[in-house]
Nanobody, 128 residues
Framework: QLRLVESGGGLVQPGGSLRLSCAAS????????IGWFRQAPGKEREGVSC????????NYADSVKGRFTISRDNAKNTVYLQMNSLTPEDTGVYYC?????????????????????WGQGTQVTVSS
């Protein structure tokens, strides 16, 4: 069955960096676009970034543009999210999920309701 596992979260000071990984098992990741989402307590889940199946197209939420970079290594069945210049507002549980190239190219990729299979999430806490 399709499974995604996030890792790399933790506690980091403001201005610090963290790299998250999303590893797929039970399927070939090459066929799927992937999105990163996050959710803080008491807040709705929101889209952070996404990447097309080939890695050629990416999108970012305005709040993370210039600070976060999404990438993928299909040979390793893994998608990454490099997060730099972190702020307390970046705190939350980060999830990866399958999505579609259509949504990445020109749809509502950032709507969690449009995503497919989800990972379990990894906690990111930005605090001094």
């Amino acid at each position: 069955q399709l499974r995604l596992v996030e890792s790399g979260g933790g506690l980091v000071q403001p201005g610090g960096s963290l790299r998250l990984s999303c590893a797929a098992s039970g399927f070939t990741l090459d066929y799927y676009a992937i999105g990163w989402f996050r959710q803080a307590p008491g807040k709705e889940r929101e889209g952070v970034s996404c990447i097309s199946s080939s890695g050629g197209t990416t999108n970012y939420a305005d709040s993370v543009k210039g600070r976060f970079t999404i990438s993928r290594d299909n040979a390793k069945n893994t998608v990454y999210l490099q997060m730099n210049s972190l702020t307390p507002e970046d705190t939350g549980v980060y999830y990866c999920a399958t999505t579609t190239n259509r949504l990445v190219y020109g749809g509502s990729w950032n709507d969690p309701g449009n995503a497919g299979n989800w990972g379990q999430g990894t906690q990111v806490t930005v605090s001094s």
